[in-house]
């Protein structure tokens, strides 16, 4: 572990990191917020709402969570940097567009394997062909 000038963390920090998770994540964390604090009002609306949802439906781990944020962030920039309505970014089901978004990040697509074994396994006990779906769980 280092600090940004290559200089070995003191015992404090480690135990900081221990105790709070890490701190290059924290940093990361504060910059999204910032970055979504400059977008127009309505895009700030849609940021906010997808971190509403992520918190609760993303993925839990700092690095992988703020790799999402930022390449949700970084959309949301360039849609309002060139005006795109963000109805045309999110369509019809908002929900469909943010599922579809995390099955691209490595537990968003545990997700999505685990949210396809659960529905197979209960088509298959209720006596439902599971073999067009070219799985078996």
Known sequence: MTTGSNE????????????????????????????????????????????????????ADGAGAMEMFADLTDLLEQSAADGTPIRDLFGDDPVEFVEAFMANYPLGQYRARERNRFTGAIARAAGEDTAREGRTV
Do not use: C, I, N
């Open 8 to 59: 070995p963390k003191s015992r404090y920090l480690r135990y900081l990191e221990v105790v709070t998770g890490s701190l290059e994540d924290k940093k990361r964390w504060w910059q999204y917020k910032a970055r979504v604090k400059q977008l127009p009002d309505d895009y700030r609306t849609a940021a906010e709402a997808l971190e509403r949802y992520l918190m609760h439906f993303g993925p």
